[in-house]
T-cell receptor, first 109, second 117 residues
Framework: GQNIDQPTEMTATEGAIVQINCTYQ??????LFWYQQHAGEAPTFLSY????GLEEKGRFSSFLSRSKGYSYLLLKELQMKDSASYLC??????????FGAGTTVTVRA | GAVVSQHPSWVICKSGTSVKIECRSL??????MFWYRQFPKQSLMLMAT?????????EQGVEKDKFLINHASLTLSTLTVTSAHPEDSSFYIC?????????????FGDGTRLSIL
């Protein structure tokens, strides 16, 4: 089976920075995706890493270390609208995505 | 950007009813579509992979006779929950990927909330 771990919940203050970690042990690896999911809605794509290093996209950055089986999503200058669940997903060899359980981020004023 | 449309958004029906959910890729051809199920406060669990023109591949533990999948064209896949029961109540989400480009993200539909009374 696939093993993808991320914290269940995180809380941060508006304007702050939050880092969501994800570790994985999977049967295959063709890259790692981060998705944002608001309650009752479908996930939306945030980032994709396949090579080691940092990918930056505005307020969101994602990092990957393949040798360590580790990724993180960094959210900067937090806004209230960033309150959501963040899903780490590994792309397996046959185009399937295996998802972690998600990290619920609550942004407080 | 790529858009995936899923219909209906909400279904409430009696136990024993069969429910059909449609998933369409609006501005790209999707050789592969995926069907997920998500229970409250849990992550997405892949149910099956749907390939255009061929039989769907089901994940372990998913009953293929209960969850019928048809992928008749490059832009449409359907999931039919046959003889639905209360335990089938869940959030069903489809996603689609453009063919031939492995690194492309899956694009998700808005999901269908199914409630069986």
């Amino acid at each position: 089976g696939q093993n993808i771990d991320q914290p269940t919940e995180m809380t941060a203050t508006e304007g702050a920075i939050v880092q969501i970690n994800c570790t994985y042990q999977t049967s295959g690896f063709n890259g790692l995706f981060w998705y944002q999911q608001h309650a009752g809605e479908a996930p939306t794509f945030l980032s994709y890493n396949v090579l080691d290093g940092l990918e930056e996209k505005g307020r969101f950055s994602s990092f990957l270390s393949r040798s360590k089986g580790y990724s993180y999503l960094l959210l900067k200058e937090l806004q209230m609208k960033d309150s959501a669940s963040y899903l780490c997903a590994v792309l397996l060899g046959d185009y399937k995505l295996s998802f972690g359980a998600g990290t619920t981020v609550t942004v407080r004023a | 950007g790529a858009v995936v449309s899923q219909h209906p958004s909400w279904v409430i029906c009696k136990s024993g009813t069969s429910v059909k959910i449609e998933c369409r890729s609006l501005d790209f051809q999707a050789t592969t579509m995926f069907w997920y199920r998500q229970f409250p406060k849990q992550s997405l669990m892949l149910m099956a992979t749907s390939n255009e023109g061929s039989k769907a591949t089901y994940e372990q533990g998913v009953e293929k006779d209960k969850f019928l999948i048809n992928h008749a064209s490059l832009t449409l896949s359907t999931l039919t929950v046959t003889s639905a029961h209360p335990e089938d109540s869940s959030f069903y989400i489809c996603s689609a990927r453009e063919g031939g480009r492995e690194a492309q993200p899956q694009h998700f539909g808005d999901g269908t909330r199914l409630s069986i009374l």
